[in-house]
């Protein structure tokens, strides 16, 4: 159980291009979802909480023009990176919450990722 | 002071050998703790969670939590060479500004099993 599907996983396009990820839990509604970066080497970055129904909460730093989330249903949410530049190449992770039993603190299940090239 | 800490690493460790993996956290108010293992390149995977203090096992995995001390550990009995990965840890709280429970990373423990 607990399975999130992320979709591309791999993703390699031209500069100015608005590349759309998807994060789908499978087997299970998640109201939260919260999408992450890693730089090569480095730890997670928490970029933004996705809410279903309601505006994303982005951390500090994070562009919202630029890193566009959509929560419209409670099994899909979608980071949009608009007019990608090289240094947004990154490997980008959804994760998802069973909210089923009511309880906030139950464990993330993540993403296989999504790899993305800005050349 | 990080809100998550742990050290880097690598944590070199002989096959069959138990491997000890520390994080400390800040926020006493944390409730519940999360092992995460992440094989390069590929997104963590969850291994084990811990809410109360002491220890709780599955498998070869043991985690401990002392939430006086602020601190987290996860063993591995019987280290094998594909436990080589970098360890995560993870603590929920609660942010008071944004109204919502909120995960913190630790920059995460790189272990290496050597045959």
């Not at chain 1, 607990?2 to 979709?7: D, I, M, T």
């Not at chain 1, 890693?38 to 997670?44: D, E, T, V």
């Not at chain 1, 951390?59 to 980071?79: C, R």
């Not at chain 2, 603590?91 to 008071?96: A, L, Q, W």
Request: glycine content about 8%; proline content about 4%.
């Amino acid at each position: 159980g607990a399975v999130v599907s992320q979709h591309p996983s791999w993703v390699i396009c031209k500069s100015g291009t608005s590349v759309k990820i998807e994060c789908r839990s499978l087997d299970f509604q998640a109201t939260t979802m919260f999408w992450y970066r890693q730089f090569p080497k480095q730890s997670l970055m928490l970029m933004a909480t996705s809410n279903e129904g309601s505006k994303a909460t982005y951390e500090q730093g994070v562009e919202k023009d630029k890193f566009l989330i959509n929560h419209a249903s409670l099994t899909l949410s979608t980071l949009t990176v608009t007019s990608a530049h090289p240094e947004d190449s990154s490997f980008y992770i959804c994760s998802a919450r069973d909210m089923a039993t009511g309880y906030s603190n139950q464990p993330q299940h993540f993403g296989d990722g999504t790899r993305l090239s800005i050349l | 002071q990080k809100e998550v800490e742990q050290n880097s690493g690598p944590l070199s460790v002989p096959e069959g050998a138990i491997a000890s993996l520390n994080c400390t956290y800040s926020d006493r108010g944390s409730q519940s703790f999360f092992w995460y293992r992440q094989y390069s390149g590929k997104s963590p995977e969850l291994i084990m969670f811990i809410y109360s203090n002491g220890d709780k096992e599955d498998g070869r995995f043991t985690a401990q939590l002392n939430k006086a001390s602020q601190y987290v550990s996860l063993l591995i009995r019987d280290s094998q060479p594909s436990d080589s990965a970098t360890y995560l840890c993870a603590v929920n709280s609660y942010s008071p500004s944004g109204g919502y429970q909120k995960v913190t990373f630790g920059t995460g423990t790189k272990l290496q099993v050597i045959p």
